[in-house]
């Protein structure tokens, strides 16, 4: 089974950058790391969690949430690493949140910004942008 663990989360002032990471671990038979689409979501209190970002399992091909990243974050696949990462940068206090990694393979390891669509979650790392 593939295990996510999300790291990199904090306090940041607005206008401050954080980078998450999240780092895959272990596998099915038959899968590799790169079988694998990961995508960023975050819930804010009282929210819906909404996705972020994503990028294929080959790690060319990324798709951003534009309403939610604003051109500030970008998302990185380091296939040596095993970790996906997102740089978040500009943030601000509607940034705040929970942001979890997810994964799924199948579809050709692409990806897609709808929660439903993953299997696969990390236990979140908290973000909170506040002065």
């Known amino acids: 089974q593939l295990q996510l663990v999300e790291s990199g989360g904090g306090l940041v002032q607005p206008g401050g950058s954080l980078r998450l990471s999240c780092q895959l671990s272990?596998?099915?038979?038959?899968?590799?790391?790169?079988?694998?689409?990961v995508a960023w979501f975050r819930q804010a209190p009282g929210e819906e969690r909404e996705g972020v970002s994503c990028v294929s399992g080959s790690g060319g091909r990324a798709i951003y949430a534009d309403s939610v990243v604003k051109g500030r974050f970008t998302i990185f696949r380091d296939a040596d690493t095993n970790t996906v990462s997102v740089q978040m940068n500009k943030l601000d206090v509607e940034d705040t949140g929970v942001y979890y990694c997810?994964?799924?393979?199948?579809?050709?390891?692409?990806?897609?910004?709808?929660?439903?669509?993953?299997?696969?979650w990390g236990q979140g790392t908290q973000v909170t942008v506040s002065s």
């Open positions: 997810a994964a799924r393979a199948g579809y050709g390891a692409s990806c897609t910004l709808q929660p439903a669509s993953y299997d696969i």
């Open positions: 272990g596998g099915t038979p038959g899968l590799t790391p790169s079988s694998f689409a």
